[in-house]
């Protein structure tokens, strides 16, 4: 009898890590010591001035005391680690754009400066948000100064040098509640980055009584809640657009697995084409994942796939032969047209089944519910002919100035992330309101999306 190996036992491993009573109990153990402390109400700011994500995080907050009796302790940090950041170049120009993107989805002050910050502005703007971490004007403070530095160009910033010690405690603290960069908030045992997750906040204050309304009804939902719903479908069926949905994801990636799901029913509302291209996997590429980064994406990619209906937690790491072999089968897959239901029936199999598709029978079972004939595909696993399409459409995934998954974009307009598919919706809107099916729809057609959405 074979004694289970690791990779055996891994799968079990995450399910019991992403169960419910896991979480439950340990929501109750921290919510156990935040009342014995009087803190029940307090939740832990991490702020970088150099983050421009900080500029809408902090008028969210502003928006959330108003409606939740919470307070907020914040917490100047400044490194940016290179090992959590592989293309800080790129991160840079992405994250102005996209955090800009989000104040002006919520109607926020966006940090829309032409030019990015000097250090000696940034220098500064970490010094007066230390002298206000102590103060009950903490959060108006650092609102003003965040405002100031990615607001203005007028390079007249006071003066000022950060205490490098206050900086290092807070870093400390960062990295001790398990996190590691700014523009997060911390709450009994939970992280919460910038506006897009504080609707998982908002539903821990109202599960703890701390709503100051009646009704329990979110502010922070504009980035997913209706996503697809009021696509418009032309009466005569055909598609409203010929330009193709394009989806940059690694089968290692369980955002890419959210993303894939989405992006299906996204491209399905709108009748537009989706055209699916795969990368390698970070650490297959050389690049290192850390192990705050990795167990930060699996916690938060359970309660999003929570939040969103789709099934997560029992994973079955493909990493090396797991994503060779789903590539080597993904021109088979696409020459019988079935190149989207077989990553699907994949993501789904390694990301919520516990199936390990290294494995000639978790391979197989993957490829035949997916519509493909096993006994065709298995003789293609050792081609090697993927990579050089693996590798185009890296380069194609980076000529967008993004380099993490997933990544989409249609016709000029790119985004990352799975919880940014609303900026491709924007696009298509346009798209078909100017076109000459402009308000030509079928009713009928739509309420079934809202349906499959709801169900979903």
């Given at each position: 009898?074979?004694?289970?190996?690791?990779?055996?036992?891994?799968?079990?491993?995450?399910?019991?890590?992403?169960?419910?009573?896991?979480?439950?109990?340990?929501?109750?153990?921290?919510?156990?010591?935040?009342?014995?402390?009087?803190?029940?109400?307090?939740?832990?700011?991490?702020?970088?001035?150099?983050?421009?994500?900080?500029?809408?995080?902090?008028?969210?907050?502003?928006?959330?005391?108003?409606?939740?009796?919470?307070?907020?302790?914040?917490?100047?940090?400044?490194?940016?680690?290179?090992?959590?950041?592989p293309e800080p170049?790129?991160?840079?120009?992405?994250?102005?754009?996209?955090?800009?993107?989000?104040?002006?989805?919520?109607?926020?002050?966006?940090?829309?400066?032409?030019?990015?910050?000097?250090?000696?502005?940034?220098?500064?703007?970490?010094?007066?948000?230390?002298?206000?971490?102590?103060?009950?004007?903490?959060?108006?403070?650092?609102?003003?100064?965040?405002?100031?530095?990615?607001?203005?160009?007028?390079?007249?910033?006071?003066?000022?040098?950060?205490?490098?010690?206050?900086?290092?405690?807070?870093?400390?603290?960062?990295?001790?509640?398990?996190?590691?960069?700014?523009?997060?908030?911390?709450?009994?045992?939970?992280?919460?980055?910038?506006?897009?997750?504080?609707?998982?906040?908002?539903?821990?204050?109202?599960?703890?009584?701390?709503?100051?309304?009646?009704?329990?009804?979110?502010?922070?939902?504009?980035?997913?809640?209706?996503?697809?719903?009021?696509?418009?479908?032309?009466?005569?069926?055909?598609?409203?657009?010929?330009?193709?949905?394009?989806?940059?994801?690694?089968?290692?990636?369980?955002?890419?697995?959210?993303?894939?799901?989405?992006?299906?029913?996204?491209?399905?509302?709108?009748?537009?084409?989706?055209r699916l291209r795969?990368?390698?996997?970070?650490?297959?590429?050389?690049?290192?994942?850390?192990?705050?980064?990795?167990?930060?994406?699996?916690?938060?990619?359970?309660?999003?796939?929570?939040?969103?209906?789709?099934?997560?937690?029992?994973?079955?790491?493909?990493?090396?032969?797991?994503?060779?072999?789903?590539?080597?089968?993904?021109?088979?897959?696409?020459?019988?047209?079935?190149?989207?239901?077989?990553?699907?029936?994949?993501?789904?199999?390694?990301?919520?089944?516990?199936?390990?598709?290294?494995?000639?029978?978790?391979?197989?079972?993957?490829?035949?519910?997916?519509?493909?004939?096993?006994q065709k595909a298995?003789?293609?696993?050792?081609?090697?002919?993927?990579?050089?399409?693996?590798?185009?459409?890296?380069?194609?995934?980076?000529?967008?100035?993004?380099?993490?998954?997933?990544?989409?974009?249609?016709?000029?307009?790119?985004?990352?992330?799975?919880?940014?598919?609303?900026?491709?919706?924007?696009?298509?809107?346009?798209?078909?309101?100017?076109?000459?099916?402009?308000?030509?729809?079928?009713?009928?057609?739509?309420?079934?999306?809202?349906?499959?959405?709801?169900?979903?």
């Open positions: 009898m074979r004694l289970p190996e690791k990779a055996d036992l891994m799968p079990w491993f995450a399910r019991a890590l992403s169960s419910a009573p896991r979480y439950s109990m340990k929501h109750a153990i921290q919510s156990t010591r935040a009342k014995i402390r009087g803190e029940q109400d307090l939740a832990q700011v991490f702020l970088n001035p150099r983050d421009p994500f900080g500029l809408p995080l902090l008028q969210a907050l502003v928006q959330l005391q108003e409606n939740y009796r919470v307070r907020f302790r914040l917490h100047t940090v400044w490194r940016l680690d290179d090992d959590m950041f170049a790129l991160w840079r120009a992405w994250a102005q754009l996209d955090a800009t993107r989000l104040a002006n989805l919520y109607g926020f002050t966006p940090p829309d400066r032409p030019t990015p910050p000097t250090e000696t502005e940034l220098t500064s703007a970490a010094a007066r948000l230390l002298s206000a971490e102590q103060t009950s004007e903490a959060l108006t403070t650092a609102l003003s100064v965040f405002e100031e530095l990615w607001r203005t160009t007028t390079g007249s910033a006071p003066a000022g040098t950060p205490d490098e010690a206050a900086l290092s405690d807070n870093e400390t603290l960062l990295r001790r509640l398990g996190h590691y960069q700014g523009s997060m908030v911390w709450y009994l045992g939970d992280w919460f980055w910038g506006v897009d997750r504080l609707d998982h906040l908002e539903r821990s204050l109202i599960r703890h009584g701390l709503n100051r309304r009646t009704a329990d009804r979110l502010i922070f939902t504009r980035t997913w809640a209706n996503l697809g719903t009021e696509a418009r479908t032309p009466v005569d069926g055909k598609p409203t657009d010929s330009t193709p949905l394009e989806v940059f994801f690694s089968i290692r990636s369980p955002y890419s697995y959210l993303g894939l799901e989405r992006a299906t029913k996204l491209a399905h509302a709108w009748k537009i084409p989706l795969p990368v390698l996997p970070m650490l297959m590429r050389g690049q290192s994942v850390p192990d705050a980064k990795k167990w930060y994406i699996f916690h938060d990619t359970k309660r999003e796939a929570n939040k969103l209906g789709i099934p997560y937690g029992f994973v079955a790491d493909p990493l090396g032969p797991g994503v060779e072999r789903c590539y080597a089968l993904f021109d088979f897959a696409r020459s019988q047209g079935l190149e989207i239901d077989y990553m699907r029936s994949y993501a789904r199999a390694v990301n919520a089944e516990g199936i390990r598709s290294e494995t000639d029978a978790g391979l197989k079972l993957i490829v035949e519910r997916a519509g493909l004939n096993w298995s003789p293609l696993l050792d081609d090697q002919s993927w990579r050089y399409w693996a590798e185009d459409n890296r380069q194609a995934m980076y000529e967008c100035g993004l380099w993490g998954v997933p990544s989409f974009r249609y016709g000029a307009v790119s985004c990352w992330g799975q919880d940014r598919l609303w900026v491709i919706e924007e696009k298509v809107k346009k798209r078909v309101e100017t076109s000459s099916t402009q308000g030509v729809w079928d009713p009928t057609v739509n309420a079934e999306v809202k349906q499959s959405q709801r169900s979903n």
